[in-house]
């Protein structure tokens, strides 16, 4: 079955810094693979999209890059607040969702 | 907006007890889930529902079981409380089935069994 590897539990960024988080796959090239946001103590909230056949995604401040060969996406905030302080999580579809267990962000003012 | 609506955000019951939890959505989504998420092991599905009355057994649903009497509510129950039931319960809500739809998730149950 398929594993998701969020390789970074934490990462410590200072503001105004580019943010990259990479989310990793083992086995077959998922269709699409979702990124979500969560602040503790509350649930997951969708941010982008990403399908197979799109290299590259935007969406004002985030960028997602799908990468199948490398069985990879990476997940940039540029120009990063430290409101962009949060765990990310990224879901691909097997069946349903499975997600993830996150990278914490944490950006330093 | 997606609402997603859960009956309470802290819950403490004790070891045996059943527990419900309730879980709305208001945009008539036709699939709902049941998660648990706890430390270092992520988001487990414990129960989803495709359709009113029908669900389906997710990673984890041994001392779970689910109702779903109506389309926009999705109820998690425990049968008898155990320890290891103490987490976070976080239940969401997508469009339809198998198609690239995002979930919408409530804002969490944090329950703690003693």
């Known amino acids: 079955s398929q594993k998701i590897e969020q390789n970074s539990e934490a990462l410590n960024i200072q503001e105004g810094k580019t943010a990259t988080l990479t989310c990793n796959y083992t086995?077959?090239?998922?269709?699409?693979l979702q990124w979500y946001r969560q602040d503790p103590g509350r649930g997951p909230v969708f941010l982008l999209l990403?399908?197979?056949?799109?290299k590259e995604k935007r969406k004002e401040r985030l960028k997602v890059t799908f990468d199948t060969t490398l069985k990879q996406s990476l997940f940039h905030i540029t120009a990063s607040q430290p409101a962009d302080s949060a765990t990310y999580l990224c879901?691909?579809?097997?069946?349903?969702?499975?997600f993830g267990k996150g990278t914490k962000l944490s950006v330093k003012p | 907006d997606v609402k997603v609506t859960q009956s309470s955000r802290y819950l403490v019951k004790r070891t045996g007890e059943k527990v419900f939890l309730e879980c709305v959505q208001d945009m008539d989504h036709e699939n709902m889930f049941w998660y648990r998420q706890d430390p270092g092991l992520g988001l487990r599905l414990i129960y989803f529902s495709y359709d009113v009355k029908m669900k389906e057994k997710g990673d984890i649903p041994e001392g779970y079981s689910v109702s779903r009497e109506k389309k926009e509510r999705f109820s998690l129950i425990l049968e008898s409380a155990s320890t290891n039931q103490t987490s976070m319960y976080l239940c969401?809500?997508?469009?339809?089935?198998?198609?690239?739809?995002?979930?919408?998730f409530g804002p969490g149950t944090r329950l703690t069994v003693t």
């Open positions: 086995n077959y090239s998922p269709a699409y």
């Open positions: 969401a809500s997508s469009l339809a089935f198998g198609a690239t739809h995002e979930q919408y």
């Open positions: 879901a691909l579809p097997q069946g349903n969702l499975i």
């Open positions: 990403i399908r197979e056949n799109e």
